[in-house]
């Protein structure tokens, strides 16, 4: 299983920016994928994550009403769209993956999949 994140970059506060991840390697129809994102001197945190075949979608309370995850089926291809940004929002984000499995988690270690990350830098 691959997994490439791309889409960060700079942007000024209550700015906004899309992240994808490109996934490849299996079928992921029973799939849940999900973002994390981690700031200097700080733990891997949830932001979002969806399943694959029904579209359920689960978001940390920090980013809610913020963020929307989606995925495209056809490009196999997971989308974080990133809006209203805050200078808290700064982190490298990283998205990942699992297979099998009941509902949607928020914990990393239940994604064994995880890409590179990008770096988002948002500035006051």
């Known amino acids: 299983v691959q997994l490439q994140a791309s889409g960060g970059g700079l942007v000024q506060a209550g700015g906004s920016l899309r992240l994808s991840c490109a996934a490849s390697g299996r079928t992921f129809s029973n799939s849940r994928m999900a973002w994390f994102r981690q700031a200097p001197g700080k733990e891997r945190e949830f932001v979002a994550a969806?399943?694959?075949?029904?579209?359920?979608?689960y978001y940390s309370d920090s980013v809610k009403g913020r963020f929307t995850i989606s995925r495209d089926r056809a490009k196999n291809t997971v989308y974080l769209q990133m809006s209203n940004l805050k200078p808290e929002d700064t982190a490298v984000y990283y998205c990942?993956?699992?297979?099998?499995?009941?509902?949607?988690?928020?914990?990393?270690?239940?994604?064994?999949?995880r890409g590179q990350g990008t770096l988002v830098t948002v500035s006051s």
């Open positions: 990942a993956a699992r297979f099998g499995g009941v509902g949607l988690t928020v914990t990393p270690a239940t994604y064994p999949y």
């Open positions: 969806i399943g694959w075949s029904d579209d359920s979608t």
